[in-house]
């Protein structure tokens, strides 16, 4: 039987940022985008435009930049929202319109206070007036795994006859099951006369755990484009993993008889790239992008996989990205080794970064015996980290023990000159974190704090992520360093910068002055 085509639809930066503390700026979303573009995806969602204008300038610059994927915009099912999504995506080579509404009981009754006959008037207009605009048109009835299955079959054909191309089946809260969402799926095929012109699409949350065996069930049952986020993002507990679905697909080709036409060798470092701007760690138990995911602990797998990796493993590391190899270059390690390393490992990179990333390479070869991939590619998401650098951390001494107060000290480069201070804390971090507030001069608010060695060993890379708050929104930042105290400052650093590139610099009442000078 020749394998279906499945369409993967990623919407890691709209379902996915709607994750409970994350918030991208536009060049990180553009980044992703890029990454997923590279990724070869066939539609990113690269946001809601409507929502606010930094949603707006995010989506054209999506549309207007990457290049491949189709680049579809989320509205509700108003003239307003479907006529910015229009002018947030027009640039791009394939646009898409993605409306929604809602059609379960329960939602018409205590969220939109529409009748059943209201909302199918509703669902029509907002597809044709979309239609006017693109000829790429989605249309989502939210919630449908709780809707009445005739009555939703009733919305998908007016919203087909309308125009609609893909008709999204979400499972809004994660409440149905492989078994039941399956069976809908047929149902939908079976009783929407105009089915075959529409391609079924599907979204799944993670509610109950299940979202990416919803999806594939649906799959199964001949849905022809599934909804996904890299790491699994999303609200709440998040959407289907997008590397689990396109991973599932691969392995299990024979029993799906479908296939995504996606580089799986991207998927490792597109996972890393999304943890790192969102400031969303992977777990290490996380299936196909975990760091245990290729690991063996137990003598009886070691000896398995040494004569063969097919016994305990049912997919390479290398097929998503993830390397075999353990050393790989050290300080003695010249230009070419280095660029050939990138390039096994996937990268293109322009002279000027490769020369950036070199430097740094060879710093941290200068402090580390061994360079794996993995502190290679920490490298090289530090370096999507940065931007835009208001503040560079220069210098830091902290004295900590038992029975002291830690306190540090911090020098910081402006573009406006150095700003020093000193604070003292409850421990080390907390002291650098003090003399970093001192030195900017206004009260940063810190939420919370992560630190994890990127590799094992005594000279393993830290790798900190700090979480502040500002205006009631959280930015993250990351910070890399064998020094751990050096890798915190670093992600403080980082996140006041993100900060201020969105808020401004604080309002002179509020900021004490800080401690710069020329
Ligand atoms: C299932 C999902 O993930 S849907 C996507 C969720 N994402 C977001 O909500 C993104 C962030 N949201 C926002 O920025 C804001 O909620 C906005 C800009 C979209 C709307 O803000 P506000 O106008 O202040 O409305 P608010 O969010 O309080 O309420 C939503 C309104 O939209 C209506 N609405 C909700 N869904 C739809 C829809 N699909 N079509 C039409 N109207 C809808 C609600 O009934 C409510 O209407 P009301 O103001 O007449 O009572
Ligand atoms: C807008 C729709 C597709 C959605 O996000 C949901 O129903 O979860």
Redesign the pocket.
Known sequence: MEARRIQIFDTTLR?GE?TPGVSLQTEEKVEIALALAKLQVDVIEAG?P???PGDFEAVSQIAARVKGPTIAA?A???EK?IETAYKAVKRADKPRIH????TSDIHLKH???MTRAELLE?AEK?VRYAKSLVADVEFSA?DASRSDWDFLCQVYERAIAAGANVINI?D?VGYTTPVEFGALITYVREHVPNINEAVISVHCHDDLGMAVANSLAAVAAGAGQVECTINGLG?RAGNAAMEELVMALQTRREYYHAVATINTRQIYRTSRLVSALTGIAVPPNKAVVGDNAFAHESGIHQHGVLNNPLTYEIMSPESVGVSRNAIVLGKHSGRHAFEERLKYLGYEFDVDTINTLFAKFKDLADRKKMVFDRDIEALIVEKSAVRPEWYTLTYHHVASGNNILATASVQLRTSAGVAEAAGCGTGPVDAVFKAVEQAVGFPVGLKDYQLKAVTSGEDALGEATAWIERDGRIFSGRGLAIDVIEASAKAYVNAINKMLAVCGFPAIEEAKGGNHHG
């Open positions: 379902d709607q809601f409507v929502a606010s989320l509700r099912a108003t929202d409306t929604f509404i809602a969220k939109l206070q509703r907002a939210e979400p809004t609200e």
